[in-house]
């Protein structure tokens, strides 16, 4: 029993603790079975805030969470001391203890496997939170470059950029010449319009020149007449009908040349008007198709000016919403990286729980130890032990937490 | 501007680096306090964010030898720490930290207490 009590003693951590004036033997019972309450207690407590009720129970046995072994050390070192100071047990003692030893295997159990377990969070989160941050680079890189762009772009449109402000002052210079234009080729057609009007008239009066020719002709074939009668009066006159014959032949003469030229009057007017005719006629058409060739080029100027007018429209429209999309994105991300910093106070806390579990550990096999020495089974422990690890990797959730089990070291 | 950033943590490293680097400054790290040390005698920083909670050397103690380096001494610090406590704040500001920020950070927050410490 001493022996077992300084291998006990060895394996508690040295803090000393307040002292305990004596021990009762029936509170040796109670006293194990709070150690291995305490010990479930800090186990549930190792990754909880501290305004959590387990942790508020741990601190009622001994402060806070970190002080706890502390005091469960002097408490079985008190327990042994006082077992020690008696000299004796008594068998129905040495069942009590045994029976608060065994107790003591539920955390015995349950502590390695937790620990294995803690010690893998860190490394899994860890992974995640990198793969995170690379993708989050990704990300913040794509995020300010299209902002960038869409600022210089913003900059540009808005007259920043004189070479893009000059384009859209082009741009829209264009389209009122063009329209400027449309109006004077309009004038031009409805000029031709008028000029055809006008030489169809003309062509009317060249008729009416003809007609006038005509009735010429008429009166020269009737002077014609009227000289061959005077002829005929010359003759039967015979010498005193001398000087009538010079009238006749005078007037003969200007008849010939009266025809002749109505003659000629009249192919002028004639040409003169076909000629007319087809100049309306060519000058109509021309100004048609001039006119629709125009009017559709024009037009088409007119809907790039438009198109590009509106494009330059667009394209700021779509750039201030890519801009505030990306101040959105990046208020986003600000975000992410503060939910990423958890990764490390996770770890630092699972440090900090396993750093626990380690003297919790320690107290407990210091516990069973003498436990043993009053009674206890380790081959119930151990049994106890086996069943928590088959009991647990049955209800493992993932791999990682199966195999953690596994290697755990009992 | 040039900021060490002081931390066991290589995730943390890496998450502050991100701030710093998207608020347009650059930035060398550090695995725990003597590493600091040594690259902060080495090289020219406008600031340095120093964790406390390190293996070798940890922040407390960086910043018991910076007191005794006049030149690094001149070099603000910002303590960054999962550990809100008052009583560590008011050790750390007692050694001379010129600021104290607690885990998670908000990166506005970071920034502008470097603009503020280092402009000072």
């Known amino acids: 029993m001493a022996k077992l009590l300084r291998r006990a003693k060895e394996t508690l951590v040295p803090d000393k603790g ?11 019972a109670e006293a194990l079975a709070r150690l ?3 010990m479930k207690t800090v186990l549930s407590a190792s990754l909880l805030p501290p305004q959590s009720a387990s942790f508020e129970a741990l601190a009622r046995l001994g402060g806070a969470p970190a002080l706890a072994g502390r005091d469960l050390s002097a408490l079985i070192l008190a327990t042994a001391e006082a077992l020690e100071a008696q000299g004796q047990s008594s068998v129905e003692r040495r069942g009590e203890a045994g029976s608060a030893a065994v107790a003591l295997v539920d955390a015995q159990a349950i502590l390695p496997m937790a620990e294995s377990i803690f ?5 899994v989160t860890e992974e995640a939170t990198v793969e995170l941050i690379t993708r989050f680079e990704a990300v913040q890189a794509q995020s300010a470059k299209a902002a960038d762009s869409a600022r210089r772009i913003i900059e540009r449109l808005e007259g920043g950029d004189k070479a893009v402000a000059s384009a859209a002052a082009v741009a829209s210079s264009t389209r009122a010449a063009i329209q400027k234009e449309r109006g004077a080729v309009g004038g031009i057609v409805t000029n031709n319009r008028h000029n055809a009007k006008k030489l169809q008239e003309m062509g009317k009066e060249l008729e009416s020149g003809i007609v006038v020719v005509k009735e010429i002709e008429e009166i020269n074939e009737r002077s014609r007449l009227i000289a061959f009668n005077m002829a005929v009066e ?6 005193r009908g001398q000087g009538v014959r010079v009238i006749v032949n005078e007037l003969r003469s200007l008849n010939d040349r009266t025809a002749q030229f109505s003659k000629e009057i009249v192919g002028l ?3 003169f008007k076909a000629y007319s005719s087809d100049l309306i006629v060519e000058m109509s058409d021309h100004a048609e198709r001039l006119n629709g060739e125009v009017m559709d080029g024009m037009d088409a100027a007119e809907a790039a000016m438009e198109s590009l007018i509106a494009s330059a429209a667009e394209t700021e429209r779509l750039s201030t919403g890519i801009a505030a999309a990306s101040v959105e994105v990046q208020s986003n991300l600000d975000t992410v990286l503060e939910a990423l910093q958890f990764q490390d106070i996770t770890r630092q806390m699972i440090e900090g729980g396993l750093g626990i579990l380690a003297r919790i550990r320690g107290l407990s096999a210091a516990a069973n130890l003498l436990g043993e020495g009053l009674g206890g089974g380790s081959r119930e422990a ?4 086996e069943a928590y690890r088959g009991e647990f ?3 493992a959730k993932t791999k990682d937490e199966k195999t953690a089990i596994m290697e755990a070291k009992g | 501007m040039n900021v060490l950033v002081v931390d066991d943590s290589s995730t943390m490293r890496k998450i502050i680096g ?6 347009g400054h650059t930035y060398k790290e550090a695995e725990h306090g003597r590493d600091g040390l040594t690259k902060a005698k080495a090289e020219k920083f406008a600031c340095i964010v120093l964790d406390v909670n390190m293996p070798e050397m940890n922040g407390i103690e960086f910043l018991k030898e910076r007191a005794k380096d006049p030149a690094l001494k001149a070099v603000p610090v910002i303590v960054l720490t999962t550990q809100d406590e008052e009583a560590l704040k008011a050790e750390a500001l007692g050694l001379g930290a010129n600021s104290f920020l607690v885990k998670p950070f908000q990166k506005e927050v970071l920034i502008q207490t470097i603009a503020a410490v280092a402009g000072s």
Do not use: H, T
């Open chain 1, 269 to 271: 007017l004639s040409r």
């Open chain 1, 18 to 28: 307040p002292e305990k004036e004596s021990f009762g033997e029936s509170q040796v």
């Open chain 1, 36 to 38: 291995a309450g305490a």
């Open chain 1, 393 to 395: 990797i049955a209800q």
């Open chain 1, 234 to 239: 010359a003759a039967r006159m015979g010498e």
């Open chain 1, 382 to 385: 151990r049994a106890r032990l």
């Open chain 2, 18 to 23: 991100l701030a710093l680097g998207g608020a």
């Open chain 1, 119 to 123: 010690k893998r969070v860190p490394a």
